[in-house]
């Protein structure tokens, strides 16, 4: 849909105040609505052209695509069913219905509509973004990281999709496929301490250690209270064979963030084993700030245990 500037609503205004109902002109002003983003107005507009013109499956296409932006879920879906009906096939009304089937928890459904919209146009970015969502909810990984590839080979997506698929590829086994987007984040990786710690998760679980351990350490730069820094390295150091500088980064931790469970753990039993620590903490929130030893931490809960 073409849009127009100020001079050009003003003529098209014009025309309508001798004829409301000109369909020409109603196109022009529904047209001009969308594009400044007033849906809920675009959408009456459309509505009323529905009316002067029932067999134009662009007419319903537009007004179904512009209630579900302003919205209005139960016109939009009685829209753009009566536009397929009437043979409309556009990405547009394609795109829009199978957003309106993940609204309806119709995972399904809308990944039946994202693979039509790709049979129309494999560039469709939009379209790849939304199969990724249908089959995350489907548990279906494959291809929910086949539609995540497409989507970022065709141009920048948000951070996040791109680690939502470096996680796929590590939880499936798959780190070589991982590497490669970990690499390419390098260069757009935030400057927020919590999501640095998470890569270097990610590096560590991808078998660099050394890249990890960079990482944490400039997540703690920039956030000595970044709670997921300090356990993630010290529980690397520990597993290093560093006793005594996971034990000085815990007390460090201690000091700005004195109720953390997970970094009071550490400190209690510098030679627990990370991965039940983590656990343990996690699942029964367990305090132990004031135990003295480690045999003290093993007692409460019998949480830890001791290499």
Not at 45 to 61: H, R, S, Y
């Amino acid at each position: 849909m073409a849009t127009s500037g100020t001079d050009d609503e003003a003529v098209t205004q014009a025309v309508l105040a001798l004829n409301p109902i000109d369909p020409e002109a109603l196109h022009r002003i529904a047209a001009i609505r969308t594009a400044q983003k007033r849906y809920k107005q675009a959408a009456q507009m459309w509505k009323g052209l529905a009316e002067i013109e029932p067999q134009n499956p662009d007419v319903w296409t537009f007004w179904g695509s512009a209630s579900y932006a302003a919205g209005d879920f139960d016109s939009s879906e009685k829209a753009l069913a009566r536009a397929a009906t009437l043979g409309a096939t556009s990405s547009e009304l394609i795109d829009t219905r199978a957003r309106l089937r993940i609204r309806q928890s119709d995972y399904a459904g809308g990944l039946h509509f994202a693979d039509d919209a790709l049979k129309r146009n494999r560039a469709d970015q939009d379209a790849w973004l939304l199969r990724a969502d249908c089959a995350q909810n489907l548990d279906q990984w494959s291809i929910q990281a086949e539609s995540l590839e497409h989507a970022i080979s065709l141009g920048p997506v948000p951070f996040a999709k791109r680690t939502e698929l470096i996680t796929l590829y590590l939880k499936h086994g798959a780190a070589d496929q991982a590497l490669r987007h970990l690499n390419a984040a390098l260069s757009d990786l935030p400057h927020d301490a919590p999501v640095l710690a998470h890569y270097a998760e990610f590096w560590e679980q991808a078998g660099d250690p050394k890249r990890a351990e960079g990482l944490w350490n400039t997540a703690l730069a920039l956030d000595p209270k970044c709670e997921p820094a300090v356990v993630g390295l010290s529980s690397h150091l520990i597993r290093e064979g560093r006793a005594a500088d996971a034990l000085q980064l815990t007390e460090q931790g201690l000091e700005s963030v004195p109720g953390s469970t997970r970094t009071s753990l550490l400190k209690a039993g510098p030679r627990i084993a990370p991965p039940l620590l983590c656990s343990a903490a996690d699942a029964f929130k367990v305090e132990v700030p004031r135990c003295r030893t480690p045999e003290s931490a093993c007692s409460t809960g019998r949480l830890v245990r001791l290499r």
